[in-house]
């Protein structure tokens, strides 16, 4: 199946712009998740994406090594209480349908290739946002507990997304979504690294689907939402080379 929207249904996300900036400005502002969120600077051993898997289809992919600018690595973590699924049943439903947890006001998951309701390696989607910049990814890792995607040609960023979960105790669960990203082109590096407008948006939507993890769970958050950023300077980049 190709990977590439059709024309009726670019026209449809258009048509979505401006109600989803208005709708998730608006939830933006009255966001009230606790949270603590730190940054501090990176480095190129500490904070690369790990290899990835043997046997990996690279065509059209956009990984960090293709980006411009500095790398940005972040973790969204939250631990949940009295969960009624445990890590590995709580992937699988996240993974085979997406959008259980998606804030699909800002963002939603099209798949493009492969079977509804499954995830396997090489499954394509399309993460439609409120703006021009509709994300394709691809699946690259799967596994009982975690599944990865890799931006593909024409995402506004160039890198590697993880979502994984894991057991802490009875009824407890860790979930945590790690992105290593960089700006896709050098006009996308003035959304990505000059104006916070990316940053934010991004808090807002992993933040978002951390909690909607939580009550797809059947538990409740306990504690602050973690969030960290670690940035890599582009020239510590280009030295690694």
Known sequence: ???????????????????????????????????????EAGSVADDMPPPLPPGTDRDEMQGVEDGVGPLMHRCFTTRVREAEMDAEQLIATFAGKPN???????????????????????????????GPWDGPVRTVAVDRTSFSFVTLDGHLEAGRIRFGARDIGPGRLEIRIE????????LSSLLFDRLPLNKEVQLHMWTSVLEQLTDLSGGRRDGLVDITTKRVDARELAHAR
């Open 179 to 186: 992105a290593w990203a960089r700006a896709g082109d050098r």
């Open 100 to 130: 259980r947890a998606a804030p699909t006001a800002l963002a939603s998951f099209v798949k493009v290739r492969g079977e509804e309701g499954e995830l396997r390696v090489g499954d394509e989607f399309t993460v439609r946002m409120p």
């Open 1 to 39: 199946m190709p990977r590439r929207l059709s024309v009726s249904r670019r026209a449809a996300t258009a048509a979505r712009w401006p109600l989803g900036v208005i709708v998730t400005g608006w939830d933006y502002l009255w966001r009230t998740t606790p949270m603590h969120r730190h940054e």
